[in-house]
């Protein structure tokens, strides 16, 4: 069996000489004109001085700093330093001998005669950017494409391609699908998109574009292997001048758009809710859809946080927008229409569309409490009865459940608690009784939840008439 010691000891002597004295060497030789060239010159020492090097055959010379390389040989600390310079020749050159003082004693490298190829490649078509739009003007708020294409010939060995962020004031930004990457003839073609909702009038400007480029660079490193490193270069397009034009006064949407309602019922019980369902189509920016505020007089109104979808496809910016509201009322109301006013960018001209009113009929409410005169302290317990359920309902129905909406309905409930405390007999009393303990007890609303789903949702759930019991007993005691 070989012995590994012996293996490491073999290669460290035949290492180690290539590591002694002082030379030094270039990165790649022959190179193309106007390619950057790497002179590495290494010195084995504790204490070494290296060349102040200004030019080299007419070229200016940059320092890129050292390198400090450490290791043990029987024992022994050896300490190898590499100093880098670089140049760009435009021609044929001999790399002069300098002199390297190590720990006090001056050493010499050889000459190095560098080969410089004229550069007989096209390089300018190695790479193009492309800046471009789908449209040279547009309205504000119309959705303009804008396509940054990179092309990198094949035979160009690149290693990474980052976009740059593009430039851009005034506009709304939304970036459309994934980064495409696609062969096109000698080409490999890199492209991104997005759409640009320009938010003023006149002329604006985009980009230009910029996209940097790591191409693979052929370099030795400190023990003298060839290593491929990336070169950076960016490479930057035209800008684009988008030409906006205004809407008409009063108008903020541009596209073409249509609305409907749905309605859960015409005909309700008193205290019980209709949901309205707003939905509104565009083939446009629906984002820049500002839904109207929904006002009936004597009616509770509850909204639910909107939903907006949005698509692009075959070039066309689609999208809905939907509400749905919750309301509440003990007297017959009607649901107002809904207007919206859109510019058609296509025919030039401001279009309406609108919805029906609907009317809610409400039975049961303070129509039907007018036939049978109720004394006036009663009258009183029923309006704060009727406004506790209201409340409770809207809670439920809406989906709410923040703090202040469920503050306001325990605040009306305990307004009217009476002492003692009333046995409740049906699951309506059974909720009114629970309701001012919901949010200190999780059993209680729990139940209460449940007596609200068979009360106003159709659902059958078992309620324990001596759980409930226990339960009001124990939060009433708290």
Same mark, same amino acid.
Request: proline residues 7%; without cysteine; positive net charge.
């Given at each position: 069996?070989?012995?590994?010691?012996?293996?490491?000891?073999?290669?460290?002597?035949?290492?180690?000489?290539?590591?002694?004295?002082?030379?030094?060497?270039?990165?790649?030789?022959?190179?193309?004109?106007?390619?950057?060239?790497?002179?590495?010159?290494?010195?084995?020492?504790?204490?070494?001085?290296?060349?102040?090097?200004?030019?080299?055959?007419?070229?200016?010379?940059?320092?890129?700093? !050292?390198?400090?390389?450490?290791?043990?040989?029987?024992?022994?600390? &050896?300490?190898?330093?590499?100093?880098?310079?670089?140049?760009?020749?435009?021609?044929?050159?001999?790399?002069?001998?300098?002199?390297?003082?190590?720990?006090?004693?001056?050493?010499?490298?050889?000459?190095?005669?560098?080969?410089?190829? @004229?550069?007989?490649?096209?390089?300018?078509?190695?790479?193009?950017?492309? $800046?471009?739009?789908?449209?040279?003007?547009?309205?504000?708020?119309?959705?303009?494409?804008?396509?940054?294409?990179?092309?990198?010939?094949?035979?160009?060995?690149?290693?990474?391609?980052?976009?740059?962020?593009?430039?851009?004031?005034?506009?709304?930004?939304?970036?459309?699908?994934?980064?495409?990457?696609?062969?096109?003839?000698?080409?490999?073609?890199?492209?991104?998109?997005?759409?640009?909702?320009?938010?003023?009038?006149?002329?604006?400007?985009?980009?230009?574009?910029? &996209?940097? &480029?790591?191409?693979?660079?052929?370099?030795?490193?400190?023990?003298?292997?060839?290593?491929?490193?990336?070169?950076?270069?960016?490479?930057? !397009?035209? @800008?684009? %001048?988008?030409?906006?034009?205004?809407? @008409?006064?009063?108008?903020?949407?541009?596209?073409?758009?249509?609305?409907?309602?749905?309605? !859960?019922?015409?005909?309700?019980? !008193?205290?019980?809710?209709?949901?309205?369902?707003?939905?509104?189509? #565009?083939?446009?920016?629906?984002?820049?859809?500002?839904?109207?505020?929904?006002?009936?007089?004597?009616?509770?109104?509850?909204?639910?946080?909107?939903?907006?979808?949005?698509?692009?496809?075959?070039?066309?910016?689609?999208?809905?927008?939907?509400?749905?509201?919750? $309301?509440?009322?003990?007297?017959?109301?009607?649901?107002?229409?809904?207007? $919206?006013?859109?510019?058609?960018?296509?025919?030039?001209?401001?279009?309406?569309?609108?919805?029906?009113?609907?009317?809610?009929? &409400?039975?049961?409410?303070?129509?039907?409490?007018?036939? %049978?005169?109720?004394?006036?302290?009663?009258?009183?317990?029923?309006?704060?009865?009727?406004?506790?359920?209201?409340?409770?309902? #809207?809670?439920?129905? #809406?989906?709410?459940?923040?703090? #202040?909406?469920?503050?306001?309905?325990?605040?009306?409930?305990?307004?009217?608690?009476?002492?003692?405390?009333?046995? @409740?007999?049906?699951?309506?009393?059974?909720?009114?009784? $629970?309701?001012?303990?919901?949010?200190?007890?999780?059993?209680?609303?729990?139940?209460?939840?449940?007596?609200?789903?068979?009360?106003?949702?159709?659902?059958?759930?078992?309620?324990?008439?001596?759980?409930?019991?226990?339960?009001?007993?124990?939060?009433?005691?708290?």
């Amino acid at each position: 069996m070989s012995n590994p010691g012996r293996i490491v000891l073999s290669l460290l002597l035949l290492i180690l000489p290539l590591f002694a004295g002082v030379h030094a060497k270039v990165d790649e030789n022959p190179v193309i004109a106007g390619e950057r060239v790497e002179l590495e010159i290494e010195a084995t020492g504790e204490r070494v001085e290296f060349p102040k090097i200004g030019r080299v055959g007419g070229s200016e010379v940059t320092t890129e700093g !050292s390198r400090r390389l450490e290791w043990f040989d029987a024992n022994r600390s &050896v300490v190898k330093w590499v100093q880098i310079y670089t140049f760009t020749p435009k021609k044929s050159v001999t790399i002069p001998s300098y002199t390297v003082v190590v720990d006090g004693k001056e050493e010499r490298t050889k000459p190095i005669f560098l080969q410089v190829k @004229p550069d007989t490649r096209q390089r300018k078509n190695d790479f193009r950017i492309e $800046l471009k739009t789908d449209r040279q003007t547009a309205y504000v708020g119309e959705p303009v494409e804008v396509t940054i294409r990179f092309k990198e010939r094949r035979d160009v060995p690149v290693m990474s391609v980052d976009f740059v962020p593009l430039k851009y004031e005034d506009f709304w930004v939304k970036r459309v699908g994934k980064p495409r990457r696609y062969s096109e003839g000698e080409y490999l073609v890199h492209e991104i998109r997005y759409l640009f909702f320009p938010q003023k009038a006149g002329a604006l400007r985009i980009g230009p574009a910029q &996209v940097k &480029v790591a191409m693979a660079k052929k370099m030795r490193d400190a023990f003298g292997f060839i290593v491929r490193r990336p070169q950076w270069t960016t490479l930057t !397009s035209e @800008p684009l %001048t988008l030409s906006v034009k205004p809407l @008409p006064e009063g108008v903020t949407l541009v596209g073409d758009f249509s609305l409907d309602t749905e309605i !859960s019922s015409r005909r309700v019980e !008193s205290g019980s809710p209709v949901t309205l369902t707003l939905r509104v189509k #565009a083939k446009g920016n629906i984002e820049d859809f500002e839904p109207p505020q929904l006002k009936i007089p004597d009616v509770t109104v509850y909204a639910e946080p909107a939903k907006i979808t949005q698509n692009y496809s075959g070039g066309v910016y689609t999208g809905t927008w939907e509400r749905r509201y919750v $309301l509440i009322a003990d007297s017959p109301f009607t649901i107002p229409s809904f207007r $919206l006013r859109f510019f058609d960018p296509e025919k030039e001209e401001v279009k309406e569309v609108s919805s029906d009113p609907v009317r809610i009929d &409400v039975i049961g409410g303070e129509e039907a409490a007018k036939e %049978t005169p109720l004394p006036e302290a009663e009258k009183r317990i029923q309006r704060r009865d009727k406004g506790t359920l209201l409340s409770l309902i #809207a809670a439920f129905a #809406a989906g709410m459940g923040t703090a #202040a909406l469920l503050s306001w309905a325990i605040g009306r409930v305990r307004r009217r608690r009476r002492e003692p405390h009333e046995r @409740p007999k049906g699951e309506l009393q059974m909720l009114q009784a $629970l309701m001012p303990y919901i949010s200190e007890s999780k059993e209680a609303a729990q139940m209460a939840e449940n007596l609200y789903a068979n009360l106003f949702e159709g659902r059958a759930v078992r309620i324990d008439r001596k759980m409930f019991e226990k339960l009001l007993e124990r939060v009433r005691r708290s």
